[in-house]
Each structure stands twice: as C-alpha cells, then as structure tokens.
C-alpha cells in the first residue's frame, strides 16, 4: 500500500481544524479524484501527501512505507524524490527552456551522467508528445502543452505516487481530456495518481476511485457516485 491513513485529523498552517478522523488508502495503479467545495480542504489533504503540512494527529499516517508522523526533516526530500507533484499554475522555471527544467530537476535529484540526463529526457518528453518542444520556452508554449511538460518533469524519476493539485482547471474541455486520458496512461506503470478537480463531467467520463471532502470529512463515495448526488458541486469552467 502507497498510503495508508487512519483516523488523521488535518490541520490547516493556521491551526484551525479542516479535516477530522481521514481514512484513505492508495494502492500501486490507482486512480484517485479528491473532490468538495472550494474551502473544504482538498488541497490541504494534498500537502499532507507530499509533506508540505505536518501531520500531528493520527492512528496512523504511512506514505509510501514511511511513518510520517514521526518523520524527521532531513529524510523528507529522499521521501518526496519517490513523488511527482503537478500543480494548476504548471510552475515551470521561466528562465529556461523545457529541455533545461528537465536537466535542473533531474541534476538536483542526482543524477550525474549528461548522456543518462539527455536520454531521461528524450523519454518523458516523448512519453507525453513533447519531443518537438524541447528547446522551447515554457512562454512560447500553449496552457495544455505547459501541463504536458510539467507532467513530463513530475514523472522523471518513475515515482510510485503522482499528486496533482486541479491539474485541468485553467484548460479547455478537449484539452482537460487529453491530461486526463495522460495521467490514466501514467497508472499503468504502477505509480497511483491522485488529483482534486471540480470538474465533475470529467470523473464520469473518465471513472475512478472518488473521494469527497464535505462537513471537514473526507468520505469514500466511489460506491454510490452518481451525478444527482454531487450536483452540489462548485461548477467549472473546464
């Protein structure tokens, strides 16, 4: 299991309470919507993933074999080296071309051979149909092709959890889809995706395992998903 949490109650940096008593469980090859209202906590359970927010409060709190509760602040950049984090606003370094984002993401973790770099990067790039656009600037590039690239970068170091924080919602419908239908492609190689989005229609067009947070519960409503129930959903634009 990639993650296992038991009864985490999820603070907010503030302090103030958003999440009480979570379970979830992620295994090798799932794919994981996180959805709720805007305010409800999604990105928040986010950051406890990748260890941006502490977690003090929990029964358990494993992710990916590590305990992290009692996690000391030296081993959490081994840990996140195992994750992909993709985000809406892409942040890719707008200093350098693709090609570049990818050698500085992948000297940073490492790796040393410029003939292993260049190769790392021949394969995500074309992995995710963006060969071509190697030696462009993340400015010269479409919204949809600057979320190509920063999925190519997440997906680098083959990590065994990808954690994407509305990786759709400054996109276009056709375009959303083609991220979408990537992410799925991605779940085959083992590594779990686990995502928020508002964008309801897409989880009906492209099904998988739903969580819901709602009254600061994050509930597993996969069995008894169905549109009428959600349609208290924020609306979006994608």
Known sequence: MLIDYKKVNIYQQEGNKI????DFHAEEG???YIIGKVGTGKSTFLKTLYLELDIDEAEDAVVLGENICNLKRKHIPSLRRQMGIIFQDFQLLTDRT???NMEFVLR?????SKEDIYKRIEEVLSEVGMLDKAEKMPHELSGGEQQRVAIARAILNNPKLIVADEPTGNLDPDTAASIIELLRHITQTGAAVIMTTHNVQMIDNYPGIVYRCIDGHLEDVTKNYNRSELSDEEPTNN
């Open 98 to 100: 693709v090609k570049k």
């Open 19 to 22: 999440l009480s008593d979570v």
């Open 30 to 32: 799932e794919f994981i």
């Open 108 to 112: 940073a973790t490492g790796w040393k």
